[in-house]
């Protein structure tokens, strides 16, 4: 079989992240990362890079912040009351959360510190306005199941979740 990475195929990757500093910001290790093509389960640029790549190849791409969590404009992080929250959530930085805005519709924010009674918020990713290096290994290509399908992720020990 010489599966390729296209729209609708689970995609089964190993990676290392770094910034333009060379630091390395997240990576597999042993472990393998499932994502579902086409549904921008990845950054832009990463699903662009990796299209039509076969199972054994390698990529080593670097991406400007418009192909990867994009640029940053507009105001900084805003502070709110930590009691916005539920009690219970373990907030962290970089965590992500959706809200309604004032006119109903959904957004992502993310959470940029949190420090005593308040939590900074941010309608940027942790990692917007960075250019990113991506080194890629493709594990495996397979078809999604009916329900990864529905969900538009990819499910199982490395995928979104399990259930
Ligand atoms: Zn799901």
Do not use: C
Not at 81 to 93: G, V
Not at 107 to 127: C, E, F, M, N, R
Request: net charge negative; hydrophobic share 35%; charged share 25%.
């Amino acid at each position: 079989m010489s599966e390729r990475v296209e729209d609708g195929k689970v995609v089964l990757i190993r990676y290392t992240l770094t910034n333009a500093a060379g630091k390395v910001l997240d990576q597999t290790g042993d472990g393998v990362f499932a994502y579902l093509q086409g549904k921008g389960n990845v950054v832009p640029g990463l699903e662009r890079a990796l299209a039509g790549a076969a199972i054994g190849d390698s990529l080593d791409v670097t991406l400007a912040p418009e192909d990867a969590y994009g640029v940053r404009s507009g105001p900084g992080p805003q502070a709110v009351p930590r009691k916005e929250f539920r009690r219970d959530a373990d907030l962290a930085p970089g965590m992500a959360f959706r809200a309604k805005g004032s006119e109903g519709q959904e957004a992502t924010l993310y959470i940029a510190k949190v420090q005593g009674s308040k939590v900074w918020i941010d309608t940027h990713h942790p990692l917007a306005g960075e250019t990113l290096r991506f080194q890629v290994n493709v594990v495996g290509v397979r078809e999604p199941t009916w329900e990864e399908a529905e969900h538009g992720h990819a499910h199982g020990p490395s995928g979104v979740h399990t259930h």
